[in-house]
T-cell receptor, first 111, second 113 residues
């Protein structure tokens, strides 16, 4: 069945470091891909999305490119801040609109 | 404020009891989804309603049930509660097929003691 696999955390970085959180997917057809972020004590917020191959989603300095050939949607940010500390979820939506989440990656940014 | 409202924010109850969680979707959204988030299980999809009708079922226990009312708000009923039901319960909504993403509420934290 369809699935999303993302790197296990926690990931700990120093402020201003470069961030990559890997995400790969298995799906039939052409799913839409998403990154959600969950800050402590809050619900999930949509961070960015891409709906077709080679699309790049971007928001708040974060970017991810829909790579069909490698079935990947890695999240990147050039310079992280302490305020980026959160749990990040990669997800896909299939044609039947059911969203499938990865297990989440906890990110800690040290000042 | 995401536009999806969940009440109550926190709930503490005893084993064997029954509780009702409420969700009001974002204005204009017809689909409502319920998720359970626990430390060991991650995000588990429970159930989806679209315009009042059940559309998809996930890992929802028989002790749990849900419905979506004509005004599109939804309720998740949890009965015969067990300690293991302690979790964050999220509601999300989308306009239709959700291809452009869901909008999540801030959740209800249920603690069963």
């Amino acid at each position: 069945g369809d699935s999303v696999t993302q790197m296990e955390g926690p990931v700990t970085l120093s402020e201003e470091a470069f961030l990559t959180i890997n995400c790969t997917y298995t799906a039939t057809g052409y799913p839409s891909l998403f990154w959600y972020v969950q800050y402590p004590g809050e619900g999930l917020q949509l961070l960015l999305k891409a709906t077709k191959a080679d699309d790049k989603g971007s928001n708040k300095g974060f970017e991810a490119t829909y790579r069909k050939e490698t079935t990947s949607f890695h999240l990147e940010k050039g310079s992280v801040q302490v305020s980026d500390s959160a749990v990040y979820f990669c997800a896909l939506i299939r044609g039947d609109d059911k969203i499938i989440f990865g297990k989440g990656t906890r990110l800690h940014i040290l000042p | 404020d995401s536009g999806v409202t969940q009440t109550p924010k926190h709930l503490i109850t005893a084993t064997g009891q029954r509780v009702t969680l409420r969700c009001s979707p974002r204005s204009g959204d017809l689909s409502v989804y319920w998720y359970q988030q626990s430390l060991d299980q991650g995000l588990q999809f429970l159930i989806q309603y679209y315009n009042g009708e059940e559309r998809a079922k996930g890992n929802i226990l028989e002790r749990f049930s849900a419905q979506q009312f004509p005004d599109l708000h939804s309720e998740l009923n949890l009965s015969s509660l067990e300690l293991g039901d302690s979790a964050l319960y999220f509601c999300a909504s989308s306009v239709g097929r959700g291809a452009y993403g869901y909008t999540f509420g801030s959740g209800t934290r249920l603690t069963v003691v």
